[in-house]
C-alpha cells in the first residue's frame, strides 16, 4: 500500500478558517444591521416625536397671535364704532342741547340786565354760537362786545357776574359714556 501522506490526513485548514471567518463576517453583519436598523428606528421615532411637539407648538403659537389680532382689530373697530356714534349722536344732541343752552343764557343775561341800557356784556366762545346768543337777544345785543374763543361754550361777563353754557363739560361726558 502506498504510503499516505500526512498532507493528504491532515484537514484543510485554510478552508476550516475561511468558512469560520465568513461565519463570524456573517454574525457581525447581522448583529450590526440589527443595531443600525434600531439605532435608525429609534431616531424616526424621536424625530417623529420632535415634529408632533413643533406641530403642536406651531398651532400653538399660531392660535394664539390670531387671536391677539382677532382682539386688537375687535377693539379698534369698536373705538371707532363708539366715536363716530359718540360724534353722530353728539352732533344730534348737541344742537338741541346748544340751543336749549343758549336760550337759557339769553334769558340769564336779559333777567342780570334787565332795563339798564348801558351795561357792557363781554362774551366769549365760538361765532356760530354768539352769532345765536345774539338773535336770542334782540335789541340788547348792542350791548355785547365779543372776544372768539377756541371751545364750545360761551362765557358772558356782566359786571362781576360770570355766566357760561358748559358746553365742552356735556360733550367730554358724553364723550366718556359713549366710549
Excluded at 484537514?11 to 443600525?36: C, K, M, S, Y
Excluded at 373697530?77 to 338741541?96: C, M, Y
Excluded at 365779543?146 to 359786571?159: H, K, R, S
Aim: hydrophobic share 50%; glycine share 6%; charged share 25%.
Amino acid at each position: 500500500m502506498p504510503s499516505v501522506a500526512l498532507f493528504d490526513l491532515l484537514p484543510d485548514f485554510g478552508t476550516l478558517i475561511a468558512e469560520a471567518v465568513a461565519q463570524a463576517e456573517a454574525a457581525l453583519e447581522g448583529r450590526l444591521a440589527a443595531a443600525h436598523d434600531a439605532a435608525l428606528e429609534a431616531e424616526r421615532q424621536a424625530n417623529a416625536e420632535e415634529a408632533r411637539i413643533f406641530l403642536e407648538s406651531l398651532g400653538d403659537d399660531v392660535g394664539k397671535a390670531v387671536s391677539l389680532h382677532i382682539d386688537a382689530m375687535e377693539a379698534r373697530v369698536t373705538g371707532l364704532v363708539a366715536g363716530t356714534v359718540a360724534r353722530i349722536i353728539g352732533g344730534i344732541v348737541s344742537d338741541d342741547l346748544q340751543k336749549r343752552s343758549i336760550d337759557a343764557l339769553a334769558d340769564a343775561v336779559r333777567e342780570a340786565v334787565g332795563d339798564a341800557e348801558a351795561v357792557r356784556i363781554v362774551v366769549r366762545g365760538p361765532l356760530s354760537m354768539f352769532e345765536t346768543l345774539k338773535a336770542s337777544l334782540g335789541p340788547r345785543a348792542a350791548n355785547l362786545d365779543f372776544v372768539e374763543a377756541p371751545g364750545f361754550d360761551l362765557t358772558v361777563a356782566i359786571d362781576e357776574a360770570v355766566f357760561e353754557t358748559r358746553m365742552a363739560e356735556w360733550s367730554t361726558t358724553l364723550s366718556e359714556v359713549l366710549a
